[in-house]
């Protein structure tokens, strides 16, 4: 019954909020598209030094009301916005970011308990770990919410 959408605009954050009726019928809130439950607000780390699928992955979270930190092109990058960030829910990253492992991230983001996403490349060999944890190369922005609403909801159980 509404939609949020945030512009970061040079002169500051600029809202545009759109409700429908419903939101205001006895206090009843709508439910959030199907897949995406528990997106809207979420800080997302994403982190990948392919500029055109970073773009992407970023775009697809916002629209998704993700509020994504990066894209990071470099370990460095992604470990300065983590520490400036404070808390994040989940990252997405790659197996590799500029040819360097991204090991030291990935236990940066477990130390923190963070819902870790790996992004595959064309020729990747995949990173040790759940399977429902990688993300294909073509994914869908649809996809990429549900699967990242998906990974945050077993984070969520396995932690219970």
Do not use: N, Y
Not at 56 to 85: F, H
Not at 125 to 148: K, S
């Amino acid at each position: 019954a509404g939609h949020l959408e945030r512009h970061w605009l040079r002169e500051g954050l600029h809202c545009v909020l759109t409700m429908g009726a419903s939101a205001f019928a006895g206090g009843l809130k709508p439910a959030p598209p199907a897949g995406e439950a528990g997106l809207a607000g979420r800080r997302i780390l994403v982190a990948d030094d392919e500029p055109e699928r970073a773009a992407g992955l970023a775009d697809a979270l916002r629209t998704g009301g993700c509020d994504v930190l990066g894209p990071a092109a470099s370990i460095a990058e992604a470990l300065a916005l983590l520490a400036q960030a404070g808390a994040v829910a989940a990252a997405l990253v790659p197996a590799t970011l500029q040819g360097v492992s991204v090991q030291l991230l990935r236990q940066a983001l477990d130390r923190r308990a963070v819902a870790t996403l790996h992004v595959s490349g064309k020729g990747h060999i995949g990173i040790a770990g759940d399977p429902d944890d990688m993300l294909p190369e073509a994914c869908t922005p649809a996809a990429l919410r549900e699967a990242v609403a998906a990974k945050l909801l077993r984070s969520r159980q396995q932690a219970a």
